[in-house]
């Protein structure tokens, strides 16, 4: 099975920053890698698609990116509805693998 | 508007059974693969299951396979996931996910583009 490395777990920062967060697949996927995002409660959503792709809705502040078998996904420009924790999850084959999730909390 | 609408979460005994439900609409729901995810209490996300539109193709993670059992009745719009032998560990919110191919210049990858609110399942004694 294909495990994802996620990281950090755990991530403080402040309305306006920019922050990166990545995710390591144990082997190659190509581009099959998406980002969500889920707030307390509430069910995922998904951000970012094939790896840099954006979501219909999404603002532009989210990015992607690949290199290799690192993913990461940027945010820019930090907004307070930003706040929440992130995990990738790989489509490439079963069985399908999330990140083990990044808090994003404010400072 | 697409609704995923998840049912039949409760508490069960280790060893016990249960079964989960998940209500369709606003989609053609015999057209989607679906997805079962669940969420242990102040954890991550996990994969469990997913089933093909016609149900001709299924797929189980390990931690419940042997044990857990997807099925589908397209007449009702419905998923289901039957839980057998449920254990301490299976203790989790499980939300059914719709799945999509989303396409760019270099190929398809897979989404899960809806997701229900999700049903909570406890297993104690």
């Known amino acids: 099975a294909i495990q994802m490395t996620q990281s950090p777990s755990s991530l403080s920062a402040s309305v306006g920053d920019t922050v990166t967060i990545t995710c390591r697949a144990s082997?190659?996927?190509?581009?099959?890698l998406g980002w969500y995002q889920q707030k307390l409660g509430k069910a995922p959503k998904l951000l970012i698609y094939?790896?840099?792709s954006l979501a219909d809705g999404v603002p532009s502040r989210f990015s992607g990116s690949r290199s290799g078998t690192d993913f990461t996904l940027t945010i820019r420009r930090l907004q307070p509805e930003d706040f929440a924790t992130y995990y990738c999850?790989?489509?490439?084959?079963?069985?399908?693998?999330f990140g083990q999730g990044t808090k994003l909390e404010i400072k | 508007e697409v609704q995923l609408v998840e049912s039949g979460g409760a508490l069960a005994l280790p060893g016990g059974s249960l079964r989960l439900s998940c209500e369709a609409s606003?989609?053609?729901?015999?057209?989607?693969?679906m997805n079962w995810v669940r969420q242990a209490p102040g954890k991550g996300l996990e994969w469990i299951s997913y089933?093909?539109?016609?149900?001709?193709?299924?797929q189980y993670a390990d931690s419940v396979k042997g044990r857990f059992t997807i099925s589908r009745d397209n007449a009702k719009n419905s998923l289901y996931l039957q839980m057998s032998s449920l254990r301490v560990e299976d203790t989790a919110v499980y939300y059914c996910?719709?799945?999509?191919?989303?396409?760019?210049?270099?190929?398809?990858?897979?989404?899960?583009?809806?997701w229900g609110l999700g049903t909570l399942v406890t297993v104690s004694s």
């Open positions: 996910a719709r799945e999509v191919d989303f396409c760019t210049s270099i190929g398809c990858t897979k989404v899960f583009d809806y």
């Open positions: 606003g989609f053609n729901f015999d057209s989607y693969e």
């Open positions: 089933m093909t539109g016609a149900g001709g193709a299924i």
């Open positions: 082997q190659g996927i190509s581009n099959h």
């Open positions: 094939a790896a840099s």
């Open positions: 999850l790989q489509d490439y084959t079963y069985p399908r693998s």
